[in-house]
């Protein structure tokens, strides 16, 4: 049997790990956060910035068997880079030690060493209602108590969640008034916590377990926490670059710190997340089970590629050059031969996916009929009532098309809806 892949295997030669201070508090250890935010902090590092290592605190069950994995593993895992670039294949191994340790518990917020704060706990997750905003107030009450004159720390949540940022700090306000904390800790918390929004991009899937086994026999070790992924990544973060980077020295080719990333949201919501949500129902209705095999369908492929060049990105005020390169750059991306990536998984909070990230496109462009195609076999799918539209329900004209795409589904299927919506296409 092959070893488990300890901090015996790391090589010093990459940087100390044991040199350098914990400066990062992540809540959560899933793939994405592990595949772009953990690695970024293990490239900064092992370029000589001393960006510091992370603790993942948890507390899912879930979460917990992560945690109990990476300690395991001496906070170790492997990363690997799978996909096309310019059409070519590309393939990357490498070993990232930017964790720590994993805890159970969030109180290291009280360490003076923290200056950043980093969450992925979904959009599901990203309500007041929901444990994690209850959290970070704990964690960041337990720093006013216990170091009130540490550093700055910058929250920054990766969440899809527009203007996550400040979202995330009226919130946090909120709870500290509801819990009756004292009025001097929400002062506190605005001079000396900067909430930042961010925006990450990258396709990270689990690897089925055949490929699984056959890279551990590549590394020669075993990785329970093994992350496949694309070479495509970006993770920008809204901050001045001269305040973020003495806390967090992590800004590189795919790490951009802008005073605005407006842009670079708009792009990836619309252009990658919303035509990712308006495809699911359509091609699991299909019986398409992996977004690759959609892109070499006759029918899903000329879908996708209408939707984006011809209805989403005319209801964007997107640069049109820069978004249709990358456009086609996504697409390329979907194709990606490696990654397993399933549209079961991506229709997970289907429905508030779709009020975020399709919903402002049909409000800007009503007319678009590929878009209340997509709307039709949402609702078909999630069996969902019209009013779960959002604000395009209220567009009459809108659904009317909509009802009348849905009733195409329910009589002739969604691939003689397809043929309609494209044979339409042509004769306009």
Known sequence: MLPLLTGALWPDSAYRRDQLPERVLQFGSGMLLRALCVAAVDAANR???????????????????????????????????????????????????????????????????????????SEAGFRIDAPFPGRLTDALHARFTRAPDAPPVFVIP?????????????????????????????????????FCSSLVDRIVTVPPPDQHESLEAQLGYRDALLTVTEPYALWAIEADPAE??????????????????????????????????????????????????????????????????????????????????????????????????????????????????????????????????????HLTFTRAPAHALGEAARIPEFIAATTQWMAVLARDGVEAALIRLLETARCT
């Open 47 to 121: 370029a000589g910035a001393r960006a510091g290592r992370i603790v993942v605190v948890q507390s899912t069950a879930e979460g917990a068997v992560r945690a109990r994995a990476l300690s395991a593993q001496d906070g170790l895992f492997t990363l690997v880079e799978r996909g096309l670039s310019g059409g070519a294949p590309l393939e990357r191994m490498g070993l990232i030690g930017a964790i720590s340790r994993a805890l159970a518990a969030d109180d290291v917020a009280a360490n003076p060493s923290i200056q950043v704060i980093v969450s992925n706990v």
């Open 158 to 194: 990766t969440e899809l969640v527009p203007d996550n940022g400040p979202r995330l700090a009226a919130m946090v306000d909120e709870l500290a008034g509801r819990q009756e904390r004292p009025q001097a800790f929400r002062g506190w918390l605005k001079a000396r916590v900067r």
């Open 244 to 377: 973020l980077h003495p806390a967090f020295p992590v800004a590189s080719i795919t790490v951009v710190v802008k005073p605005d990333i407006t842009f670079y949201r708009e792009r990836k919501l619309r252009l990658l997340n919303a035509l990712h949500t308006a495809t699911t129902p359509v091609a699991l209705l299909a019986g398409v089970r992996i977004v690759r095999d959609a892109t070499q369908h006759p029918l899903l492929s000329a879908f996708q590629k209408r939707l984006l060049f011809e209805e989403i990105i005319p209801a964007t005020d997107l640069p049109a050059g820069e978004a249709r390169a990358f456009a086609h750059a996504v697409l390329e991306r979907f194709a990606n031969p490696w990654l397993e990536h399933e549209w079961r998984v991506i229709a997970t909070n289907q429905e508030e996916k779709f009020r975020i990230r399709v919903v402002p496109l049909i409000v800007r462009r009503p007319d678009l009929p590929g878009l209340a195609l997509a709307a039709a076999a």
